[in-house]
């Protein structure tokens, strides 16, 4: 179909046809035929031409539809008053020949006296209106093709660097001096700029001209002590810091200049193109929960004691991006951690009324109707990430998606809450941290601190309610509701969302939330029980099973909760239920610790042992040495007895070894008798036996010898004698 305005262009079938561009100025009613115009030249006026030829040579390709190569949009506010002024009255001459009198100036017979009077209205030369009205059929019909051609004006000249030098002089050297910026030195500029300016971290464009006339504008030598020194051109050789910073201005890159002296992570969080929007991968309500962990700026004290600073809370939440909707709100002092993140969790799926009335707030259901498990999960490259997180996906059903470092730009959402959050802190809440650092005339917030843990949750539940009925004019609706009269609230849009899109939940029971969010441990099943680390645990279906009898130890995953030593959990292989078993009494001195004090208390016994080896080490070589020194000895008296009597045999060394025992029993009881009595009495003298070390080594003294066999003679008649009286067998 042929319209007005269009532009068509004849396909050659002949080597030597001239390629012609024609537009469609006006449809004939009631009438097969069109005017048109050529585009090319000035002389040419409209022409009558078939539109069955045209349709016909359009549809067999030897007449192609073409895009119009005068169409160009122009903004009147660029427009300067001059060439406005020019067009305006160009524009009330096409008014008077097209619009009043089309037919007049369309017809050959009476298009000179029309354009006759024209000229004489106007006061223009034929020639001229002749010129405009070409210039509005050619150009596209309209008012902004009557505009000059300014746009052509001008030609980019290459400049001549050869002769002398161009510019204006500088006001304190010789007329003329320094030289051109020819491609060579441009390139000299880009490579320094590249590789010297972009990489610091300070920009310095004065070290980098200094740089650059040391590399490049130099020459280098050794002096006496053979050290390479730099000696500069002279300055009508050198291009001026001037003429350095013109061409670094005229080919500035931002980005590039950004980037190098920050990095990408840094340009990516600051000054990206925000082309995209948050809400264009969600479903609907639970599509995606963005998580993340803030510490609050203001400063706490204890509740026992609020003279006691404790410090500042870490602030855990969770938001919906498609409704903007807060659907889980942890506060506490554990830092960013697994922890903090698994508490935060479990409160995503805890109803909020129960959660709020456990604070001392009563609300109903529907006010905070949040107690769903998300199908994905954004967050940053911490607590969220590794084996804790990956049950996530498998247990839970939830997709994790773990943004780039330094990108907290990817969870905007809930980075702009805590921001809002933390401006509400800093003029309602006392201890509030005003700003980062402080100046010397700044009081100290943590001086003001009133707040306890408890007022500072109910603080953030109060913010979170307020926050989920607050409209939000940012918030971009779709077309379903602004239909329904839906308003930009978080609270509207999530009940909104639950109803026509359906919600995209993951619902599980609280027990099994709480148990996947558990971390896990490896335990030794041994006979004293399951142990952890030096601590030992039961459970009643370990004791009835016998797993503490088969005498072969395995491993066997338990849950724990980092907060509680005093029970672990044991997931039934069936996924439903669990076991619990708790710390056995031999453990007790771990009794209601935490898993951290616990470790803490292990490691420092560890420790102190490891330290004490050494001289654990100094007690047993003192104990070696004593018994070699008794062993050595005992050798000694040996080897002399064996020298000093008659070689006896094996059977005479073994034999009567009854009787010799009774002797020297009958000796160690005379030495270890008691004696009772007045401590005045004169007590009677026990003459020892000699020992046979003593009798070898008083050879010298024969006589004394000789009386010490008799006695021992006769004291073994003596003993033998009492024996019988008594009845005594021999031992």
């Known amino acids: ?327 889980g709100l942890y506060v506490g002092l554990e830092g960013p951690s697994w922890l903090g993140a698994m508490m935060v969790l479990d409160n995503v799926v805890e109803p909020k009324a129960q959660f709020c009335l456990e604070h001392g707030f009563e609300i109903a259901e529907e006010e905070w109707p949040c107690k769903y498990l998300p199908e994905r999960l954004v967050a940053d490259r911490g607590e969220l990430e590794g084996y804790n997180a990956d049950r996530l996906e498998s247990n839970l059903n939830i997709n994790m998606d773990n943004t780039p470092p330094y990108r907290g730009d990817l969870k905007a959402i809930v980075e702009r809450h805590f921001k809002t959050v933390n401006d509400r802190i800093k003029y309602t809440s006392p201890g509030a941290v005003q700003r980062e650092y402080r100046t010397r005339s700044d009081e100290d917030p943590r001086l003001k601190a009133e707040y306890t843990l408890d007022d500072f949750i109910k603080f953030m539940i109060i913010d979170v309610m307020w926050h989920n009925k607050h409209i939000n004019p940012t918030y971009t609706l779709s077309r379903g509701m602004l239909a329904d009269g839906i308003l930009p609230k978080p609270i509207d849009m999530w009940n909104w969302g639950v109803k026509n899109r359906k919600g995209r939940f993951n619902v599980y029971s609280r027990d099994f939330v709480r148990l996947t969010l558990l971390p896990i441990v490896k335990a030794n099943i041994t006979r004293a029980g399951i142990k952890i680390s030096d601590r030992y645990y039961s459970f009643d279906k370990a004791i009835s099973e016998g797993w503490f009898t088969t005498g072969k130890n395995k491993r066997t995953d338990f849950s724990y909760d980092p907060r509680d030593v005093n029970r672990i959990y044991l997931p039934h292989e069936t996924g439903e239920g669990f076991d619990v078993a708790n710390l056995l009494e031999k453990s007790n001195a771990y009794k209601d610790l935490t898993w951290e004090e616990a470790r803490f208390i292990h490691d420092s016994v560890s420790e102190d042992i490891d330290n004490a080896k050494r001289d654990d080490l100094q007690n047993d070589i003192d104990r070696d040495m004593a018994t070699q020194k008794i062993n050595t000895e005992a050798k000694k008296r040996m080897q002399k007895a064996k020298k000093s009597q008659p070689q006896l045999s094996k059977n005479q060394r073994i034999k009567g070894i009854g009787e010799n025992r009774n002797e020297e029993k009958e000796r160690i009881r005379e030495n270890e008798k008691f004696i009772l009595g007045d401590s005045e009495q004169k007590e009677g003298q026990i003459l020892p036996f000699k020992s046979m070390d003593t009798e070898l080594e008083d050879t010298s003294e024969t006589e004394s010898l000789g009386m010490n066999k008799a006695n021992n003679q006769l004291l073994d008649k003596l003993t033998k004698h009492r024996d019988q009286i008594f009845g005594k067998d021999e031992e």
């Open 1 to 327: 179909m042929i319209n007005i305005n269009a532009v068509i262009q004849n396909v050659p079938t002949e080597e030597k046809e001239p390629i012609q561009m024609k537009r469609i100025i006006w449809i004939i009613p009631d009438s097969e035929f069109v005017f048109a115009v050529t585009l090319k030249g000035e002389g040419m006026f409209p022409f009558i031409a078939s539109m069955d030829e045209i349709e016909i040579g359009i549809a067999t390709g030897t007449i192609l539809l073409i895009k119009d190569p005068y169409a160009r949009v122009i903004n009147d506010k660029d427009i300067s008053p001059q060439l406005k002024e020019a067009r305006d009255k160009k524009w009330e001459i096409v008014q008077f020949l097209w619009h009043d009198n089309k037919e007049l100036v369309l017809n050959r017979k009476t298009r000179k006296s029309i354009i006759r009077e024209a000229a004489t209205k106007f006061y223009l030369p034929k020639y001229e209106i002749d010129r405009i009205i070409k210039r509005f059929w050619q150009r596209g019909m309209n008012k902004n093709a009557l505009l000059a051609d300014y746009i052509n004006c001008g030609k980019k000249v290459e400049k001549n660097y050869s002769g002398k030098k161009l510019g204006r002089s500088r006001k304190y050297s010789e007329p003329r001096a320094g030289i051109n910026i020819d491609e060579n030195i441009k390139r000299i500029f880009r490579q320094v700029i590249d590789n010297h300016y972009r990489p610091m971290k300070k920009p310095n464009l004065s070290a980098t001209y200094k740089y650059m006339l040391e590399k490049h504008f130099s020459d280098h030598y050794k002096d006496q002590n053979g050290e390479i020194r730099a000696k500069i051109w002279s300055k009508d050789r050198l291009p001026s810091d001037n003429q350095f910073r013109y061409w670094h201005k005229k080919e500035f890159d931002f980005k590039k200049d950004y980037i190098g002296h920050y990095g990408e992570n840094a340009f990516n969080l600051h000054y990206r193109e925000l082309l995209g929007n948050s809400m264009a991968e969600t479903l609907g309500p639970g599509s995606i929960y963005q998580i993340d962990a803030t510490v609050a700026d203001v400063y706490l004290v204890n509740p026992i004691n609020p003279l006691k600073v404790i410090g500042r809370p870490v602030v855990y939440i969770v938001i919906d991006v498609f409704s903007r909707m807060v659907t």
